[in-house]
Structure formats: structure tokens, C-alpha cells
Nanobody, 125 residues
Framework: QVQLVESGGGLVQTGESLRLSCVVSGRSFRFYPTGWFRQAPGKEREFLAGISWNGGSSTYADSVKGRFTVSRDNAEMTMYLQMNSLKPEDTAVYSC??????????????????WGKGTLVTVSS
């Protein structure tokens, strides 16, 4: 049984930083692309950032490019999202996701097979 568990969310002020973590269990992490998504109240889920299965490429949404950094540690089966210069519009539930074996597609919801339950990030002004 594959499980993804996020941590690191919380309440911060504008301009501050947070680092989200997502631990994967139940599946070898090494050969799968990983991604981070978020859903703000009343809005659709949006892609934020992801890394290909071999770590050779990463992609960011324009809304977070230059502020967020995605990474992964295959040995620890953990993915990370470093978020800097946070803004009130970054307030949302952040979820990690695991894609398909050897796939380099990870920016759409239907590219991903497994999801964490999410962690809430609230940025106050």
C-alpha cells in the first residue's frame, strides 16, 4: 500500500519561508516522478513544481518560479518543497503526489497515481 504523508505546513507571515516534506512508503521511490500541487479555498487544484523520475529535470508553475524549490532524496524516499517569500495568495492546502514509473509527466493531476492528504499553509498579511 502506497502512502504519502506531508508535513511542515503552518501559519507564517508575508515574506517568511516554510519547507514542506513528503515521505513516501510502500513503493520504491527511485523510478517515479514526483510533484507538488495546492488547492486554495474555492479554487481548483493547481500544479506547483515537480521532478522527473531520474531527477534530470524539474518544472515550476509561473506563480512560484524563483520562490519555490523542489527536491527529492531517493535514499530517504522523501520529497521537499522549499517555499520562500511567501505571499497571502499562497494560502492553500499543499499536496504531494507520485506519478508513474519511468514517466516524465508530472504537471497534471491525471499524470499522478498517488496523493498525500495535504498540509495547510496559511500566509497572513
Amino acid at each position: 500500500q502506497v502512502q504519502l504523508v506531508e508535513s511542515g505546513g503552518g501559519l507564517v507571515q508575508t515574506g517568511e519561508s516554510l519547507r514542506l516534506s513528503c515521505v513516501v512508503s510502500g513503493r520504491s521511490f527511485r523510478f517515479y516522478p514526483t510533484g507538488w500541487f495546492r488547492q486554495a479555498p474555492g479554487k481548483e487544484r493547481e500544479f506547483l513544481a515537480g521532478i522527473s523520475w531520474n531527477g534530470g529535470s524539474s518544472t515550476y508553475a509561473d506563480s512560484v518560479k524563483g520562490r519555490f524549490t523542489v527536491s527529492r532524496d531517493n535514499a530517504e524516499m522523501t520529497m521537499y518543497l522549499q517555499m520562500n517569500s511567501l505571499k497571502p495568495e499562497d494560502t492553500a492546502v499543499y499536496s504531494c503526489a507520485l506519478g508513474r514509473r519511468f514517466s516524465n509527466n508530472y504537471s497534471r493531476e491525471n499524470d499522478m497515481d498517488y496523493w498525500g492528504k495535504g498540509t495547510l499553509v496559511t500566509v497572513s498579511s
